[in-house]
């Protein structure tokens, strides 16, 4: 088997260094909460990475710090979750993308099992699960894993196996749980039976898995890839919904927009007065309508220090979101200087 995941894990970036390159708007952000500590961010890369090293060895013997690390994810997310937020992008890097990608599936998971009201045994069985969901990728060719191109059947047959390899290598673990094993041996089902590897359908589905899934499409969906630009969070949801009834049921779906924001924190919108802003704060009834941070006035030019203010759009009702946009609005102005 070739030599897989011998790199160091990613340097930690911190998210408004990638949203925003204006030295200005990156100091108006800078008192937004983010969902993880650094810390708990950094020690989850290194752990996902070492017990993915592991795991190719043929044992994971860092079970205890798994264990840690998930307690300390579960925990962070428990207490950081204010109202329904679910801010994704401090969290992201953009090198390596297994190790971020399993975090971000991990906490997207756990949120959606908060808003389940699982217990907390059962929310750390869940965020074990979708940390190392993939981590039977390991045993596949890295040729077939990271081929751009076409996959031919037979590299797509061996794709379908490493939710299996994943069951294999966590079984091997007497405490690691069943229902974290599970969960990572069906998060490529499908509402409709066309997902794999057992060709499950509807409720035979389990229901954490089903979780891990929906949290795992939306994280691809809204990260780089070698073969695509990430969409924004709006984008990723639209795609989503168009999958009802073939790849989640109406249930899941509805319980995964009412969890999401469609503007989370962080982002950049623009508004009717065609001004743009920061969402600083959502307001959990009215989810469309959180508070803004402007950053462009209505002529296109950015906000001087001493102009910036905050606007709540459940106060003034003059305002409100016409469309998300990207950072490229900021790239734009740099461009102009
Ligand atoms: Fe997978």
């Not at 925990?75 to 204010?82: A, L, S, V």
């Not at 979708?130 to 996959?151: C, F």
């Not at 946009?325 to 200087?337: L, N, S, T």
Request: net charge neutral; with cysteine; hydrophobic share 40%.
């Amino acid at each position: 088997m070739p030599g897989y995941f011998i790199a160091e894990p990613p340097k930690i970036e911190v998210f408004d260094d990638k949203i925003l390159k204006n030295a200005q708007a990156k100091k108006l952000i800078q008192d937004i909460p983010t969902k993880l500590s650094n810390d708990t961010k950094e020690l989850a890369l290194k752990v996902v990475h070492l017990s993915l090293q592991e795991a190719r060895a043929g044992k994971i013997v860092s079970r205890e710090k798994i264990r840690e690390v998930v307690a300390k994810l579960v925990e962070e997310t428990i207490t950081r979750h204010d109202s329904s937020l679910l801010n994704l992008m401090d969290i992201r890097t953009h090198d390596k993308y297994t190790f971020s990608h399993s975090i971000n599936v991990c906490t997207l998971a756990t949120l959606m099992g908060i808003k389940q009201k699982l217990k907390r045994k059962e929310l750390e069985d869940l965020a074990l699960g979708a940390l190392l969901h993939d981590v039977g990728k390991i045993m596949i060719d890295l040729e077939i894993l990271d081929k751009v191109g076409k996959l031919s059947p037979h590299e797509f047959a061996e794709i379908q196996k490493h939710p299996i390899y994943s069951y294999n290598i966590l079984s091997r673990e007497e405490d690691i749980s069943e229902i974290s094993r599970i969960v990572a041996y069906s998060h490529h089902e499908r509402y409709d039976g066309k997902g794999y590897p057992r060709r499950l359908t509807g409720s035979e589905i389990p229901q954490l898995a089903i979780v891990t899934s929906i949290a795992d499409v939306y994280d691809a969906l809204t990260t780089d890839r070698p073969y695509r630009k990430s969409l924004l969070p709006h984008n990723a949801m639209r795609i989503i919904i168009s999958h009802t009834y073939c790849d989640f049921s109406v249930d899941i779906v509805r319980f995964f927009l009412r969890a999401m924001l469609i503007y989370p924190l962080g982002s950049l919108v623009r508004l009717n007065t065609k001004e743009i802003g920061l969402v600083i704060k959502v307001n959990e009834r009215a989810i469309i309508r959180p508070t803004i941070r402007l950053l462009i006035d209505s002529q296109g030019e950015m906000l001087p220090l001493s102009k910036v203010e905050d606007i709540d759009l459940t106060k003034d009702m003059s305002r409100f979101i016409i469309e998300p946009v990207g950072e490229e609005v900021f790239a734009r102005k740099e461009e102009h200087r």
